[in-house]
């Protein structure tokens, strides 16, 4: 199963004590919890470009699956890292942040990302 495709947010858990973990002023927080972000993912072999739409801020990342790369965060600091994958997950270790992304199924991404304890969990669903 290939990951291309646009998903859009459709539930989420634990949004506000995560960002709270990973250092987002509660200013952006407040704006973000209700937005309903969408995903585009790009994928051609083990080279992926994802970009994050979220309101008016755009996330875009390249990389190529067991290669380093440079990616930005959440919080908009740019780290080296690098994803592995392992079936249909694709894993990252970012600053202490623990990253998993799973094609659930040809229509289902489920992003869970875990800081230090809290679990913050994203259900997406393909458009």
């Given at each position: 199963m ?15 004590p995560f ?9 952006l927080?407040?704006?973000?919890k209700d937005i309903k972000?969408?995903s585009?993912?790009e994928?051609?072999g ?5 970009t994050?739409t979220t309101?008016?801020k755009?996330l875009?990342n ?14 908009g600091?740019?780290v ?7 079936g249909n ?7 202490g942040?623990?990253?998993v ?12 990302m875990?800081v230090g304890g809290?679990?913050?969990?994203r259900?997406?669903?393909?458009i």
């Amino acid at each position: 199963m290939a990951f291309t495709g646009k998903y859009q947010l459709e539930s989420h858990e634990n949004f506000v004590p995560f960002m709270k973990a990973i250092g987002l002023s509660d200013e952006l927080i407040e704006k973000g919890k209700d937005i309903k972000s969408v995903s585009e993912i790009e994928q051609n072999g083990d080279h992926f470009k994802v970009t994050v739409t979220t309101g008016t801020k755009v996330l875009v990342n390249t990389f190529t699956v067991g290669q380093e790369s440079e990616l930005e965060t959440l919080t908009g600091e740019k780290v080296k890292s690098v994803v592995t994958m392992e079936g249909n997950k694709l894993k990252v270790s970012l600053k202490g942040i623990e990253s998993v992304t799973e094609l659930v199924d040809g229509n289902t991404i489920v992003n869970t990302m875990t800081v230090g304890g809290i679990v913050y969990k994203r259900i997406s669903k393909r458009i």
